[in-house]
């Protein structure tokens, strides 16, 4: 009997190949830390801070609980709260405008590039004037490094030196991309990341990482990852969190960040395939000049007039996972939409909620399998 089988589906993001390939190395990991119980702040939490330093080349590096932590932890180092504007773009996930409107302060959103999907810089310099008419005092702008890859953070950092703003980079999908040959994670006056499981550097829970060259901000960080500690741990100084990264969890980073390189080259070379195979049917991402990526995500553009549905409909049916990032900009959701835009609006966002979509991009996706990922966009495209 002839029975159509369902083609076996393919990973979005494959933690399980990683997972194999790494296997007794992170099983040794954990068990170290099992075996000296230090769970909290344990030898491993200083050994990767260390490791990360040398592989961005920033001279601090201070680890948290979450990405989003290490943007708050930012904003309540430098005194952010009620009054102030923060600069960010629309089109990214919500933890960007969020870490500023839990401070008190207002997040004023700005429209990103078409082609790189990042911050774009005449929109920040209206979102600055359109926060001074507001009576706001304009004190930071986080760019994002979006889907991997890194920003233009020399038209950035002018307008925000022209200011007086400090930039804030929220790397939390570009860790190990670089800008004009220099990491990720020396730009600006600090940086943020993230290690959530789906990130090209990723542990196996929650987990995120500040960088900066800035020594007093360091330790002020440190002070506000452990409830705003002084010297003794029952004199805190200044308000904080419980934002500590857990011992295990950086005992699988470091092991993680040693094979982190051959990844991202990895991920290069499936992009270069993606783009090879596609982009004569779809608007296929566009790595601007000095600029590299780490693709957390392979987003594409569909054409005009394409029911996105549809289009992941048809892949799903095939096995061939699809999402969307983001169906929806910042300033279009329901907890946001009352924070001010920059004059003239955000109409790259909006367009880009409405046309992008983003396909299985991982270090381990091999040739044979994204063959019929192409093969198959190419037919949802042509129907």
């Not at 083609?7 to 075996?35: C, N």
């Not at 308000?239 to 969890?249: A, K, P, S």
């Not at 992008?356 to 192409?374: K, N």
Request: net charge negative; glycine share 8%.
């Amino acid at each position: 009997m002839n029975q159509h089988l369902r083609p076996d589906p393919v990973p979005f993001i494959d933690v399980a190949s990683q997972r194999r390939r790494l296997g007794p190395s992170i099983d040794e990991a954990v068990a170290r830390v099992l075996a000296h119980c230090q769970f909290i702040n344990g030898p491993e939490v200083t050994q990767l801070e260390a490791a990360l330093a040398a592989f961005s080349g920033a001279k601090h590096v201070v680890t948290c609980a979450s990405g989003t932590d290490a943007l708050l932890m930012v904003l309540m180092a430098r005194n952010v709260g009620r009054g102030d504007a923060v600069l960010c773009p629309s089109f990214t996930f919500c933890a960007t405008g969020e870490a500023v409107a839990l401070t008190g302060a207002t997040p004023v959103f700005v429209d990103v590039d078409d082609a790189t999907f990042n911050i774009d810089v005449n929109s920040l310099k209206r979102g600055i004037a359109t926060a001074k008419r507001l009576g706001l005092k304009p004190r930071a702008v986080i760019p994002v490094d979006l889907f991997g890859q890194s920003a233009d953070h020399d038209a950035i950092g002018t307008v925000a030196e022209a200011e007086g703003l400090f930039v804030l980079d929220d790397a939390a999908q570009a860790f190990g991309a670089s800008y004009k040959g220099r990491r990720l994670g020396t730009f600006g006056l600090v940086t943020a990341t993230s290690f959530f499981p789906a990130k090209p550097l990723g542990c196996f829970g929650d987990g995120g990482a500040i960088l900066t060259d800035d020594a007093e901000l360091a330790e002020t960080l440190r002070s506000i990852r452990v409830h705003g500690q002084g010297s003794d741990k029952y004199d805190n100084v200044r308000l904080g969190l419980t934002g500590r990264l857990d011992t295990i969890q950086a005992a699988i980073l470091i092991e993680k960040l040693k094979i982190f390189e051959d990844e991202i080259a990895a991920r290069n070379l499936v992009a270069q395939r993606y783009a090879q195979g596609l982009g004569n049917v779809v608007t296929v991402p566009y790595v601007a000049s000095g600029a590299t990526s780490v693709w957390a995500q392979y987003t594409i553009r569909l054409p005009a007039g394409t029911d996105r549905n549809a289009f992941a409909a048809v892949l799903k049916a095939q096995g061939i996972p699809t999402a969307i990032y983001y169906p929806k900009s910042m300033h279009q959701q329901t907890a946001y939409r009352d924070y001010p835009v920059a004059d003239g609006g955000l109409p790259v966002c909006e367009k880009l909620s409405d046309d992008v979509i983003s396909l299985p991009m991982h270090a381990y996706l091999d040739e044979p399998t994204q063959e019929r990922i192409i093969k198959a966009v190419r037919g949802a495209v042509s129907t």
